[in-house]
T-cell receptor, first 112, second 112 residues
Framework: DVKVTQSSRYLVKRTGEKVFLECVQD?????MFWYRQDPGLGLRLIYF???????EKGDIPEGYSVSREKKERFSLILESASTNQTSMYLC???????????FGPGTRLTVL | GQNIDQPTEMTATEGAIVQINCTYQ??????LFWYQQHAGEAPTFLSY????GLEEKGRFSSFLSRSKGYSYLLLKELQMKDSASYLC?????????????FGTGTQLKVEL
């Protein structure tokens, strides 16, 4: 079974802090994704990566950056956390662009 | 751009059949996914339709009509464990297929 893990289930940070969310997948998938999920807005794509060191902006990249130094790991960085970044963050991976995405358990981030 | 509509909530009885609809308006279409998400958990893949017609997978079936911009997920012999949110997601024709657009989800409640 594909396993996608995320570094924390719950995280509380203060406004202005730098926040790192880590995601690891164990199935040698090419593509990795970061989404946020908010009530009434659904899942929205922040960034994705289709190869090591490659990244593309999703629909809501502002305030976020990403890093993919190794194929199995994709990090989401909030350079200076703000309260409007309080959300559930979901990481996903897929073998290719044409396969289903497998999701991690999510990180519920609260920014105070 | 993409616009996806799903009902917000539905209620059904254990043992019954329920149909969850999804309509979409897109600038290009290359497939539609259905995911199931239990409260507090990650979305899990249910089905993928790229051609018109019905795809059956056990108790779950998914239908697509590309000309009408319409899909539905059919759940038969409902069980209490089917209480979850059901997400419809459209794959675009451009962008390498990675930029899925998700609907806001349909919260299904199965009652005795």
């Amino acid at each position: 079974d594909v396993k996608v893990t995320q570094s924390s289930r719950y995280l509380v940070k203060r406004t202005g802090e730098k926040v790192f969310l880590e995601c690891v997948q164990d199935m040698d998938h090419e593509n990795m994704f970061w989404y946020r999920q908010d009530p009434g807005l659904g899942l929205r794509l922040i960034y994705f990566s289709y190869d090591v060191k490659m990244k593309e902006k999703g629909d809501i990249p502002e305030g976020y950056s990403v890093s993919r130094e190794k194929k199995e790991r994709f990090s989401l960085i909030l350079e200076s956390a703000s309260t409007n970044q309080t959300s559930m963050y979901l990481c996903a991976s897929s073998r290719t662009s044409y396969n289903e995405q497998f999701f991690g358990p999510g990180t519920r981030l609260t920014v105070l | 751009g993409q616009n996806i509509d799903q009902p917000t909530e539905m209620t059904a009885t254990e043992g019954a059949i329920v149909q969850i609809n999804c309509t979409y308006q897109t600038s290009g279409f290359n497939g539609l996914f259905w995911y199931q998400q239990h409260a507090g958990e990650a979305p899990t893949f249910l089905s993928y339709n790229v051609l018109d017609g019905l795809e059956e997978k056990g108790r779950f079936s998914s239908f697509l009509s590309r000309s009408k911009g319409y899909s539905y997920l059919l759940l038969k012999e409902l069980q209490m464990k089917d209480s979850a949110s059901y997400l419809c997601a459209v794959r675009p024709l451009t962008g390498g297929g990675n930029k899925l657009t998700f609907g806001t989800g349909t919260q299904l409640k199965v009652e005795l």
